[in-house]
């Protein structure tokens, strides 16, 4: 796991150390064993390392190979068997890494080598022989990759922080970018961000850069989610075609979970953890661990302090996972008192604006994480994957009782959305004003093919599109700021692909039935049939005291005046009436958190690199 960072030019300019050297100073805590730079002319690649395969020299980057150049964030499982396959093929390999072994598959297959990649990565190749810039992202970006058209040229980068620094940015808000920001709960769908200079490539896409300026973009994965037939490529899928029965999709999960989570723990040269929530999915993976044979297992939890309306931790279930399976057990309780003043912190290891407020959990459970192992598994995707959220049976309730013609986005949206498009116009600055660009988006993705069901539409928006700017990219964001690999095994495409085919009465007959299914027995019942828990943060869930005056600071300061971006007004009702149910979204989220949040990434992020970076007042 690392940083990368990169520049070409099309117009006569070189690439040069004065670029690099701010965006990797912005990347050293995602790799703090080594870092390098390759400058060749008018193409320029950074790289910040985290050791974890082939901790020797030879796994060094920027990594050449004859006319190629290579920086790579990300792991690749199958690098091994991919490594095997190469060498019958002729190919001689210097190192043990995995990142070798991605330059190798270039050459052997081109671009379409990322078909063949199982894993995590965001890298990017200069292929001197084409002349060209190759970029790509794995299927469900939860390795980063940002990039930014600057005056003769494009950057990229693993966030926005090291594009920033170097300069030369356009900064104006982008409204599209608002919009989703404020509907989606803080997902902006790529290619969007919230600042018109800054884009990011889409998961499961890759894009070459020409030096004459040409960009070309292309998706190289769609996930399915169908029923499988006779011919299914996928071996697993193809003995399910037709397939009914409930034990049998339990096992195929399981199966499959279990290939996942040994491709995650073998593929390291450095022991290998797991971040114990209590709940079902960080629980199930310690089952698997230690069901393949594992003896020391190493787990980590974090707790708060209590409050009179709710406990602060959830110690009471992970601490039976550590009973059952005798793990090497250490748990964190961090003073209600500590986190707010920790909060500007996770604020500045924000890449985007998260609007989740468990960044913060996981950026204190991080850091004390990081002094014990260099990787962690963890279990973000799976309540997304599996459907173990409240919201996707009441959207399928209401899609029973749409017209026959009527758009799937009217069964979404009221379960959904923060808030509808009207109130956004209420919530920002008629400069940003743009028609409700993220209903026709959602019902886009909706209308996408190789979806059987509605649920089963709604299921891959989530896995595909939504969950890679929500839940993956803030365990990305704070467990790299303090050089830890965080590795999710329900993300793991050949689980997932199981998990979109299985029928819908399957996957609907309880919460995260298939999961449950396949725990019972091997996680204690009472973490399995425990009711759905949320990251408890009782110092940043209840708006009153301190946090409130926070935000209030922060949304009437003189900043937050001179931008404009919200109307006043509506800033003015939150903060009179900061808990009243109208303050609160579809999904219990402060609004009054929401404002504040993106007011105070904007003045970390944005303000202090004004003057050196493009920027205009409206849209």
């Avoid at 199958?78 to 991605?102: C, K, M, P, W």
């Avoid at 594009?163 to 409204?175: F, S, T, Y």
């Avoid at 009914?244 to 022991?271: C, G, N, Y």
């Avoid at 950026?363 to 959220?389: H, R, T």
Wanted: a negative charge; one cysteine or more; hydrophobic letters at 40%.
């Amino acid at each position: 796991m690392c940083g990368i960072c990169g520049e070409i030019y099309w117009d006569g300019q070189r690439a040069s150390e004065a670029s690099l050297t701010p965006m990797l100073e912005k990347l050293v805590r995602r790799g703090p064993d080594d870092g390098g730079m390759w400058l060749q002319n008018q193409v320029g690649l950074g790289h910040r390392r985290l050791s974890i395969i082939d901790l020797s020299d030879a796994g060094h980057q920027p990594m050449v190979d004859e006319e190629l150049t290579l920086v790579f964030n990300g792991c690749i499982y199958n690098y091994v068997a991919l490594r095997d396959q190469l060498s019958e093929l002729g190919h001689v390999f210097r190192s043990h890494s995995d990142t070798e072994v991605i330059l190798k598959a270039y050459r052997q297959w081109g671009m379409e080598c990322v078909t063949r990649f199982e894993g995590m990565f965001a890298f990017a190749i200069w292929d001197d022989h084409q002349h060209q810039l190759m970029l790509a992202r794995d299927r469900f970006g939860i390795k980063p990759l940002y990039y930014a058209p600057i005056e003769g040229g494009v950057r990229f980068a693993s966030n926005t922080q090291a594009l920033l620094a170097a300069g030369g940015v356009d900064v104006a808000l982008d409204p599209v970018g608002l919009h989703h920001q404020f509907t989606l709960h803080g997902v902006v769908p790529a290619p969007h961000t919230v600042l018109k200079g800054v884009r990011k490539l889409a998961p499961g896409h890759w894009m070459t850069v020409n030096p004459d300026g040409q960009i070309y973009q292309k998706s190289w994965w769609h996930l399915r989610a169908e029923r499988p037939g006779p011919n299914h490529e996928n071996p697993r899928l193809k003995a399910l075609s037709g397939v009914e029965d409930h034990q049998a999709w339990i096992e195929a999960v399981h199966d499959s979970l279990k290939e996942a989570v040994h491709k995650r723990l073998t593929a390291s040269d450095v022991p290998v953890g797991v971040l114990l929530s209590g709940g079902l999915d960080s629980s199930l993976i310690v089952a698997l661990l230690d069901e393949a044979g594992v003896d020391d297992i190493r787990t980590f939890s974090i707790g708060f302090e209590d409050v009179p309306e709710e406990k602060g931790s959830e110690f009471e279930y992970s601490d039976q996972v550590v009973e059952r399976f005798q793990t090497r057990h250490k748990k964190f309780l961090i003073p209600n008192a500590e986190v707010l003043p920790r909060l500007q912190e996770a604020v500045d290891a924000m890449a985007e604006p998260m609007f989740a407020q468990d960044a913060v959990a996981f950026y204190l459970l991080s850091e004390q994480v990081s002094k014990e192992v260099k990787v962690v598994m963890s279990g973000q995707g799976a309540d997304e994957v599996f459907g173990g959220y409240f919201w996707y049976p009441q959207m399928v309730e209401a899609a029973k009782k749409l017209a026959p013609d009527a758009d799937r986005v009217e069964a979404f949206a009221p379960f959904y959305f923060d808030r509808d498009h009207a109130e956004w116009c209420e919530l920002i600055h008629p400069d940003y004003h743009v028609h409700d660009v993220t209903t026709d988006w959602v019902q886009d993705r909706l209308n996408e093919e190789d979806a059987d069901a509605f649920i089963d539409q709604v299921l891959r928006l989530d896995a595909s599109h939504l969950i890679v700017d929500d839940p993956v990219k803030r365990v990305d964001n704070m467990t790299m700021a303090w050089g830890l690999e965080a590795r999710v095994p329900f993300l793991d495409h050949s689980l997932v692909e199981v998990a979109m085919a299985a029928p819908p009465e399957t996957k609907l007959q309880d919460f995260k039935y298939l999961l449950k299914a396949v725990a019972r027995g091997r996680v204690p019942d009472a973490v399995i049939d425990r009711p759905k828990g949320y990251f408890p943060m009782p110092a940043l869930k209840y708006v009153r005291g301190p946090f409130y005056e926070m935000m209030r600071s922060v949304l009437t300061s003189e900043a937050a005046k001179t931008r404009g971006l919200f109307q006043a007004d509506y800033i003015e009702r939150l903060l009179a009436e900061p808990e009243a149910e109208t303050s609160f979204t579809r999904i219990q989220g402060s609004k009054l958190w929401h404002a504040a949040l993106l007011e105070l990434w904007l003045q970390t992020h944005v303000d202090p690199y004004r003057a050196r970076n493009v920027c205009s007042d409206a849209a």
